[in-house]
């Protein structure tokens, strides 16, 4: 009989052995690793050589360090492991060096962190309610759960094709929601705010950790219709929470608020000059934005409405980030972006303090800030929407309505990240790990809901479908048609449209679930 | 879950495997002047595109066949040929006939590579997951996991994929041919197996099975009577398909012949490449080479390569079941051959395939089956053995296999036995052979368990 935490372990290794079959043909491919692997390798060799002062002064590679400095020491940490595979990455002269040890050194670095997820993906399955039955292993929610988290292809391809440590920081994020779900909020908050420090895209979440924490921790007590206990408030809950994230920060800034450089190094965090969109735009509603400021100006052009020459040359989605202005709508602004995400997370917020629904509700609240950011962020990574994927998997397997969410998402958000794999090679490896993932997904879920009708509505499936002739389209059909010389960009353009319909729609979905009146029957 | 979306699972998961050993690299990569398997299959799309038929395995002067001449029978030549034209579309320069040679580039690797997975996926995964479904049984889940480990054993990956070549024709073939006997459709099986002859001539270490099967039932089915009937069947689906595949060669006998002389270079020595067999590991005992003439290796070894396989003949004539065809047949001589995997720098993908192997092996088939070492009648196995201490023979057997590939790779061997690392792993592969040799003879001469025997042709 084989109990799950036997399962756990052998899915462990299951999952490190895909690394290690991921590592064993990208240590020999020399060319192809992206920008992100020089950006780490950079890293590596500033905080080992340089002196701490030096830091965030140093701009001989063009990929200065703009990540919190808890993610520095990390850094400096593992270089001293590095200096053992090859010295010579260590130099911050030099740029682009990528010896075959110092790529083995790199993806086993990610290998290694990646055990951090693994036990985060086990934790989060150990809050996952099991529905007591004769329901063999592999149909139980927590199996789903353990395999849609730890073979999630955004990961995978992110992780170990593209390059990035994400897999250590969602296990940080994940371990923290988990241990919210288990109710030790302080470790919860600690871990968060590790998280944050490490690299500060996660304040998008951090709304509705704060506003949870205070609201359900800090008020240690509730009224009888569910509002507010103001005589409840412990001031000492407070202090321990402000003592924890206050103590982590001064670990992480402390030396450099010291010698002054707090600008300094804020300036690098949050470098505004970049533009409005990434050069590929994440299917965010800036892309459709965008994309009608693009229609409305050739039109005009077109029924002379407009003057050519009067309009602004940029190239929105050339390589090159740039900053640009908009033909015909007006331009958006950092501080446009802001109030509109904010606007975006007030109801969500607002819903978690006025109708506190326990740490479920605050998944759902933090899953609404995160999509709410990357919907109308300003410069969103396409890769920031794992920040929603992961975690709405935890919803995925206890609640249907979620699950339809889910698969939605899911297959859209991946798919928009085939664009960061563009090379030939990389297309039968994309699109079979997709295939995989969705082809699991689909059916895995469906058999946890059987009985009760599709997961999907009829809309979504012909939109899910639709996908697949996208897909088509921009990896097969259109690099061999004529358009390929003219219009390179097309196929970016056409991914990152027909994405964020899928992306805002299940943003939409995810609020109408949760400001739903609590009357209505909850889905088992 | 249902079955197809699992099989289609694990097929996926299989291309991936596939695809991430094939971005290695691979056989005689920038080592001119030869080259390697590589090489030489590019050298062949470039001799049967530009030159024809009748000079593709004769020595001329467009043709050299001191420079990977071809050396599998017709229907090889004619899959290089369609290669060939696909490549030709794509970039003529990489069959220019002369001009090609040690052509080497990423896009070009890319086409390559891509040729063996689009061969695979037409013949030898179908056939596997046919098989697996139809011709095992046990519950869904013990076939899918049947398919999970065929789709993931790593040595035809990493022949295929990293030292390039298409073994997975010809054994897909083969496999298609098993699954048309197993289904009692034997004059395609026939034909099938045909196919995989031409193929690749190393298939006739299958041929004895194959042949002592279909004899064997035949026999048994009266040979007044249908038995006849199906003889003259099968027979006459060889004869055709034979002639069909040779038809361009048998205008002229002398082209015919000239193939043949290719397809078995009996002048060649016994001890090609160090591969692992038993004169290998006998030579280090006897030195077999100064003993005997070339003639006489020759007759011996083909008379004891007879011997070996005799039994297992000779019991598939009396008994002819479908379950005694098929152990009969895995006593098809696996290799495994590391020095050849370091020679053309796949060490990193050949310990990982092999690990994913065995771990999902040894987990799969344990979880889902009771292996009993009664069931495996080890029992028999072990008593043959009473002299070894009581130790578990598997793990003994992994990490001897560890420990040497290990040891291959760290050390460097003393200078008076340069060969020492690669005639031991060959001695440890052939030890390793003769083992599961012996365990299938036992086997199959016990008596089979009763649920297996409601095959179809009992």
Same mark, same amino acid.
């Given at each position: 009989?084989?109990? %799950?935490?036997?399962?756990?372990? #052998? ?5 490190c052995?895909?690394d290690l079959?991921?590592?064993?043909h990208?240590?020999?491919v020399?060319?192809?690793h ?15 050589s340089?002196p701490?002062?030096?830091w965030?002064h140093e701009?001989?590679s063009e990929?200065?360090l703009? !990540?919190?400095?808890l993610f520095?020491w990390?850094e400096l940490g %593992?270089?001293h @492991?590095? #200096?053992?595979f090859d010295?010579?990455m260590?130099?911050v002269?030099? &740029?682009?060096? @990528?010896?075959p040890s110092?790529v083995?050194f790199?993806r086993l670095s ?5 055990l951090?997820?693994?036990y985060?993906a086990r934790e989060?399955?150990r809050?996952?309610q099991?529905q007591?039955?004769?329901?063999d292993?592999l149909?139980?929610?927590s199996?789903?759960? @353990?395999?849609?988290?730890l073979?999630n292809f955004?990961l995978?391809?992110?992780d170990?094709i593209h390059f990035q ?5 969602f296990?940080?994020l994940l371990l923290?929601v988990? +241990?919210h ?6 470790q ?6 590790v998280l ?5 895209i !996660?304040?998008y979440v951090?709304p509705a950790y704060?506003?949870?924490?205070l #609201? ?6 509730d009224?009888k219709d569910g ?5 409840s408030?412990s ?5 321990a929470l402000g003592?924890?994230v206050?103590?982590?920060c001064?670990?992480?800034f402390?030396p450099?608020? @010291?010698m002054?450089q ?6 690098r965090?949050f470098?505004? +000059? #970049?533009?409005l969109?990434?050069a590929y735009?994440a ?5 459709? =934005?965008n994309t009608?400021? +693009?229609i ?5 052009v077109?029924?002379k409405l407009?003057?050519?020459a009067g309009?602004?040359?940029a ?5 090159l980030v ?5 033909s015909v ?6 501080s ?6 904010l606007?975006s997370? &007030? ?5 978690i303090?006025?109708r506190?629904?326990?740490a479920?509700g605050f998944l ?9 950011s ?6 969103v990574h396409?890769?920031?929407i794992?920040?929603a994927?992961?975690p709405l998997?935890?919803l995925?397997?206890?609640?249907r309505?979620d699950a339809?969410?889910?698969?939605v998402l899911?297959?859209?958000g991946?798919?928009s990240?085939f ?13 079979s790990l997709?295939? %995989?993932?969705t082809i699991?997904s689909f ?8 009985g ?5 509505r009829?809309l979504?499936?012909? =939109? ?8 088509f ?9 004529p358009?390929?010389q003219?219009l390179p960009?097309?196929?970016?353009l056409a991914?990152?449209?027909?994405c964020s319909?899928?992306?805002c729609?299940?943003?939409l979905r995810?609020?109408?679930s949760?400001?739903?009146p609590?009357g209505?029957?909850k889905?088992? | 879950?249902?079955?197809?979306s699992?099989v289609?699972?694990c097929?996926?998961?299989g291309?991936v ?5 094939s971005?290695?690299?691979?056989s005689?990569?920038?080592?001119p002047?030869?080259f390697?398997d ?8 470039? /001799?049967t ?20 001449g071809l ?8 899959h290089s040929?369609?290669? $060939?034209?696909?490549a030709?579309?794509?970039n003529p ?10 052509y080497?580039s ?18 030898y995964?179908?056939?596997v ?5 139809y011709?095992t049984?046990?519950s869904?889940?013990?076939k899918v996991?049947? /398919?999970?480990?065929f789709l993931?054993y790593?040595g ?5 994929y990293g030292?390039f070549?298409y073994n ?6 083969a ?6 006997l ?5 004059a395609l099986?026939?034909l099938a197996?045909?196919l995989?002859l ?6 006739l270490y299958h041929?004895l099975?194959?042949f002592?099967y ?5 026999v048994?089915l ?10 003259v069947?099968?027979a ?6 034979f002639?069909l595949?040779?038809l ?5 006998p ?5 193939v043949v002389r ?6 060649r ?5 160090k591969v ?6 006998l030579?280090i005992l006897?030195?077999i080479?100064?003993?005997l003439?070339?003639?006489s ?10 011997? $070996?396989?005799?039994?297992?003949c000779?019991?598939?004539l009396?008994k ?8 009969a047949?895995v006593?098809?001589i696996q ?8 020679k053309d720098?796949?060490? /990193?993908?050949?310990?990982v395939?092999?690990?994913a ?11 889902l ?7 495996l ?5 072990h008593?043959l ?6 130790l578990?023979?598997f793990?003994?057997s ?8 290990v040891?291959?790779v760290?050390l460097?061997?003393?200078?008076h036995l340069?060969d020492?690392?690669?005639?031991l792993?060959?001695?440890?592969a052939f ?11 036992i086997v199959q ?5 009763s649920?297996?025997?409601?095959k179809k042709n009992d």
């Open positions: 009989i084989v109990n %799950l935490r036997h399962f756990s372990f #052998r899915w462990c290794v299951a999952r052995l895909s079959l991921l590592i064993c990208w240590v020999c020399s060319v192809s992206s920008t992100d692997f020089e950006v780490h390798r950079n890293w590596l060799a500033i905080t080992h340089l701490v002062s030096r965030y701009n001989t990929w200065t703009d !990540y919190p400095p520095a990390f %593992l270089s @492991a590095a #200096r053992h010295p010579d260590l130099l002269e030099n &740029l682009n060096y @990528a010896s110092t083995l790199q990610v290998i290694f962190t990646d951090l997820f693994i985060a989060c399955c809050c996952v099991d007591k039955g004769s329901r292993v149909n139980r929610p199996f789903v759960l @353990a395999v849609l988290l073979w955004g995978l391809i992110v170990h440590y994400n897999g250590f920081l296990g940080f923290s988990a +241990k779900l288990q109710r030790q909020h302080l919860g908050a600690l871990l968060f705010s944050l420090n490490l690299k500060h !996660y304040l951090a704060g506003v949870y924490l #609201r359900s921790y800090c008020f240690t007590q009224n509002s507010v206990s103001w005589s408030f001031p000492l809950r407070l202090l003592g924890i206050a103590s982590v001064a670990l992480s402390g450099f608020i @010291a002054g707090l600008p300094q190094v804020l300036s965090l470098p505004f +000059k #970049r533009g969109c990434h735009w299917p965010n509603i800036w892309a459709l =934005y009608l400021d +693009k409305l100006a050739t039109l005009g077109r029924l407009l003057q050519e309009l602004p040359r190239s929105m989605t050339g390589g740039q900053e640009f202005q908009h709508l007006p331009s958006v602004t950092p446009i972006t802001l109030v509109c995400t606007l997370i &007030l109801p969500a917020v607002a819903s303090w006025f506190p629904r326990g479920r759902r609240c933090l899953l609404l800030c995160a999509l709410g990357f919907v109308f962020g300003w410069h396409e890769k920031a794992l920040i994927i992961l998997s935890i995925a397997v206890e609640n309505e339809g969410i889910f698969l899911t297959t859209t991946h798919y990240l664009p960061l794999l563009f090379t030939p090679a990389e297309l039968p490896i994309k699109v997709m295939l %995989l993932f699991y059916t895995a879920l469906r058999k946890l809901y059987s009760r009708g599709s997961l999907l009829p979504e499936s012909v =939109y899910l479908l639709g996908l697949v002739g996208v897909a389209a921009c990896e097969v059909a259109f690099p061999l048609s358009w390929q003219k960009f097309l196929p970016l991914t990152s449209v027909y319909l899928g992306v729609y299940s943003f995810l609020y109408a949760l400001l739903r609590p209505k029957p889905q088992p | 879950m249902q079955t197809w699992l289609s699972m097929v996926l998961l291309i495997v596939r695809w991430g050993v971005l290695n690299s691979y005689g990569a920038g080592k002047p030869m390697g590589y090489e030489a299959q590019r050298h062949w799309q470039e /001799v595109y530009n030159l024809p038929l009748q000079e593709w395995y004769s020595n001329t002067t467009e043709n050299d066949l001191n420079y990977w050396d599998y029978p017709p229907l090889t030549a004619y040929l369609v290669c $060939a034209y696909v030709k579309t794509i320069e990489w069959v220019d006939l002369h001009k090609s040679r040690g080497e990423p896009a070009h690797k890319l086409f390559m590579r891509a040729t063996v997975l689009v061969a695979d996926l037409l013949i995964i179908p056939a997951v046919l098989y697996c479904l011709l049984d046990g869904t889940k013990k996991c049947t /398919v999970f480990c993931l790593p035809l990956i990493l022949i295929d030292h070549q997975g024709v010809s054994l897909g073939f496999l298609w041919g098993v699954l048309a197993g289904l009692g459709w034997d099986g026939s197996f045909c995989a031409n193929y690749k001539q190393m298939e041929a099975p194959f002592c279909l004899l064997g039932k035949s048994k009266g040979l007044m009577g249908r038995g006849l009937f199906l003889l069947r099968i006459s689906t060889v004869l055709v398909t002639a595949c040779w361009p060669f048998l205008s002229d002398g082209d015919a012949m000239q290719r397809i078995f270079p009996v002048a020595g016994l001890f090609e490449d692992a067999n038993a004169w290998c590991s030579n006897i030195k080479r100064s003993i003439s070339s003639d290796q020759i007759y011996i070894s083909f008379a004891c390569t007879l011997l $070996a396989v005799l039994p297992s000779v019991r598939l009396m002819p079941t479908f379950w005694q065809f098929k152990l047949l006593r098809g290799l495994i051959i590391l020095p050849l995997f370091l720098g796949l060490l /990193v993908p050949y310990a395939t092999s690990l192997f065995l771990f999902f092996s040894i987990y799969l088939l344990s979880a089956e009771h292996c009993s070492e009664e069931e009648r080890l029992g028999a196995f008593k053995l009473f002299c070894l201490p009581k578990d023979l793990y003994i992994v990490s001897a296999m560890a420990g040497l590939s040891v291959t760290a460097v061997p003393p200078t340069p020492l690392f690669p005639v792993v060959s001695s440890t030890l390793h052979f003769l083992g599961t040799f012996i365990y299938f003879n001469f016990s008596e089979p368990p649920r297996k025997s409601q």
